[in-house]
């Protein structure tokens, strides 16, 4: 999983954990205590964070989040002047700790400006991450169940981010909750990635029926050099509210 530049062949981050795989080939970690720290072009410094798979596909960084991230360093004045930045299925916190990070460096921060939200499960998990980056004057970790109130976010929120998001049985809540979350002003950045059974489309139709509309956009550079395939299939859009009524 390591991350090359497209400068040269030197890992963008250096792993801290062992790893194994499971009998299916899949990805697992033995050491969840440790932190890997990421390396993402624009950003002032690395994220370290902490994987722990008992949160399930949560508790892993994927590729989409690294793109997004990248996205973000390589156009920070995309969120330098939001207010209210809601990240939707956080689960490691990397983009919003990443948003810190940029808000932090580039315009200064007078208070929480990013909530990261999940599960409530996942809340110490998240916070840990946070206070370990060193942005909790500018990200804070927020309990979200999609398909439920947001009214103490203050909608609409000025951005939503969302990495992996869209593989659930509950696409339906998840778009309902980011309808009630948006306006036609709001930035909504969505990183997603095409699988064999891409029940993702079903999320697609979802917000389509609601008004949205959606447009593919760049992949930032960094990602050209990552290894053969690693960007298969991942695509960045950028989804609009419809106008208000």
Partial sequence: ???YSGHSARPLFARRTRRMYDDDGRWWSDSPDEAEAISVPGLPRSIHIKEDLRFGTGGRVWNTARALVGHLAEHPALISEKRRIIELGS???????????????????DGPRVAVTDMESVMPFL???IESNGVAGAVEAAPLLWGTDVSDFGAPVDAVLMADVAYTDAYAELAATLASLC???TLVLHCYATRKKDVGQLFFDEIKRLGFTTEA???????IGWPDGW??????YQHRAPPSE
Avoid: K, Y
């Fill in 1 to 3: 999983r390591d991350i």
């Fill in 231 to 236: 960007a298969n299939g991942i695509t960045l």
């Fill in 183 to 185: 306006g036609p002003e």
């Fill in 217 to 223: 956009l760049d992949l930032p550079s960094f990602v």
């Fill in 91 to 109: 689960g490691t916190g990397l983009i919003g700790i990443a948003c810190g990070m940029l808000l932090s460096a580039h315009t200064g921060v």
């Fill in 127 to 129: 916070r840990e991450n």
